[in-house]
C-alpha cells in the first residue's frame, strides 16, 4: 500500500530534509516515527528537498508499507514520535502509480524579509533580515521580469543538479505586511537556491543599488557572478507541491503563514 502524508516543519533546528550520516534531518525524524507506528522500516519520497534551516507549510512525502493502519495512526500517531517543530497535517491513500516529486506539475516557495533596523528576536529563524528601507515598488517591478520560461542561471547554486537551468516561473509576486516583505514564487520547477538568489537581487533593486530592469540583465547574462549574493535561509517556506486534481490531494494553502500576517 502506498500513503502520502501532508507535513510541516520548522527547519531552524535540522540540517535539512535529505537523510544523511549523523542524523538530524526532518527526514530521519520522520522515517524514524512512521518506522515504529509501522512496525517494520519505512523509506520516504518527498515533493521538494529543503536545506539547513528551511521550513516547509505543506512538504508532502509518500511512502510504502506492507501494515493496515488507520489513517488516524499516520496522523496522531506519528506525531506523538516525531519531536517538536515537525508535524503530519493529514494523510491518505493513493495509488501506486503516484509520486510525491515526480507526479508534481509545479511548487510554491514563499520567503518572509523582516526589514526594520533592529534584528529579529521573536521570529528569529524564522525570517530573513534587512536592515536599509526598501521599496516595495521597485522589487514589484523586478519580480514583474521573472515571469514566463527563462534560463535562470544567474540565479543558479553551482552545485545544483538540475538537467537543465531553463524553468518556466507563473508566478512572482511581493507584498508588505508591516514591517513584512513577503515574497511569493511558483513555477514549474526551481534549481537549487534560485528563490534565495532571487530574493537577493531583488533586495538590491529594493534599496537602490540597482534598477528593476537589472533583472533582464542578469537573465541574459546567465552569469551566477553578476548576480546579488544568496540571500540567508531563516526566511524560506517551502510552500508545497501543486497536483492534478485527480490525485484528491489536499493543495498547498496559506492559513498558517496569512494567519501569521494578519
Not at 136 to 164: I, N, P, V
Request: proline share 6%.
Amino acid at each position: 500500500m502506498r500513503f502520502a502524508l501532508g507535513i510541516e516543519y520548522c527547519g531552524t533546528a535540522f540540517r535539512g530534509w535529505q537523510s544523511q550520516a549523523g542524523g538530524g534531518t526532518v527526514q530521519d525524524v520522520l522515517e524514524a516515527a512512521l518506522s515504529a507506528i509501522a512496525s517494520e522500516p519505512i523509506t520516504t519520497l518527498c515533493a521538494g528537498r529543503t536545506d539547513a534551516r528551511v521550513h516547509a507549510s505543506h512538504q508532502v512525502v509518500h511512502f510504502d508499507t506492507r501494515v493496515d493502519r488507520p489513517l488516524t495512526a499516520w496522523v496522531r500517531g506519528v506525531n506523538a514520535h516525531l519531536p517538536d517543530g515537525v508535524a503530519v497535517r493529514w494523510a491518505q491513500a493513493v495509488p501506486e502509480e503516484f509520486h510525491a516529486r515526480f507526479s508534481a506539475r509545479g511548487r510554491r516557495y514563499r520567503y518572509l524579509l523582516l526589514n526594520r533596523p533592529q534584528r529579529p528576536g521573536l521570529w528569529q529563524g524564522r525570517v530573513g533580515w534587512f536592515h536599509l528601507p526598501l521599496n516595495l515598488d521597485a522589487m514589484r517591478q523586478g519580480a514583474s521580469r521573472l515571469l514566463g520560461e527563462h534560463d535562470f542561471s544567474a540565479f543558479r547554486a553551482a552545485e545544483c543538479q538540475a538537467k537543465s537551468p531553463v524553468k518556466t516561473l507563473w508566478k512572482a509576486d511581493v507584498r508588505r505586511a508591516g514591517d513584512l516583505f513577503v515574497f511569493d514564487f511558483e513555477a514549474s520547477a526551481f534549481l537549487h537556491h534560485m528563490v534565495r538568489n532571487l530574493v537577493g537581487s531583488l533586495v538590491y533593486i529594493g534599496k537602490g543599488a540597482q534598477p528593476a530592469n537589472w533583472m533582464d540583465e542578469l537573465l541574459a547574462a546567465k552569469d551566477r557572478k553578476l548576480a546579488a549574493p544568496t540571500f540567508s535561509p531563516d526566511g524560506l517556506y517551502f510552500g508545497g507541491p501543486i497536483y492534478e486534481p485527480h490525485w484528491g490531494l489536499p493543495q498547498p494553502g496559506d492559513d498558517f503563514l496569512n494567519g501569521a500576517l494578519s
